[in-house]
């Protein structure tokens, strides 16, 4: 799963970003930033960049993933500006800030990718564990227990069908 994202310019943030238009360019910079401060020490010196196409492969409902490096190992993570969640966290008429704790806990769950490889049960919990600490709503900690059943249960049937 290879998808380019071009580096139209860099911060102090370890990040960069693509939009179309010098206000939405503004506007994912300041969404991108305030998710990575409210994510917390734990991503710092991650490379994250914005996309704003998903990779074909994309399931429905993507709102980041990783792109491997050379030896195929998690090495960047992508975040999907089109995202429903990016797009409500962005919204500068949002009156309180759960889209944002959720597209932050997303980069927590990609940033465990990124240290510790693919294992989705790992990732979720760490992105529940997330949400938890900081006061999610049970209903949003609810959506990602019911992703995390999904993806595990479609990894299981993969497992299957290659033995």
Known sequence: MRTMALVVFSLAFPFSAQASSPTSQ????????????????SIAGLPIVLAE???????????????????????????????GVFRCASDPDRLDDQCLLRLASTIIHEAWHCRHGVDEAGAYEAQIAFLMTHGAPSV???????????????????ERRRK
């Open 26 to 41: 503004a506007a994912a910079t300041r969404t991108i930033e305030e998710a990575i401060l409210l994510a917390g020490p």
């Open 53 to 83: 196409v998903p990779p074909a492969e994309a399931s429905r409902g993507v709102e980041a993933w990783m792109l491997p490096g050379q030896d195929q190992t998690p090495a960047q993570i992508v975040v999907y500006s089109g995202s």
């Open 140 to 158: 949003q900690i609810t959506s990602v227990r019911i992703a995390r059943q999904h993806v595990l249960a479609a990894q299981k049937a993969i």
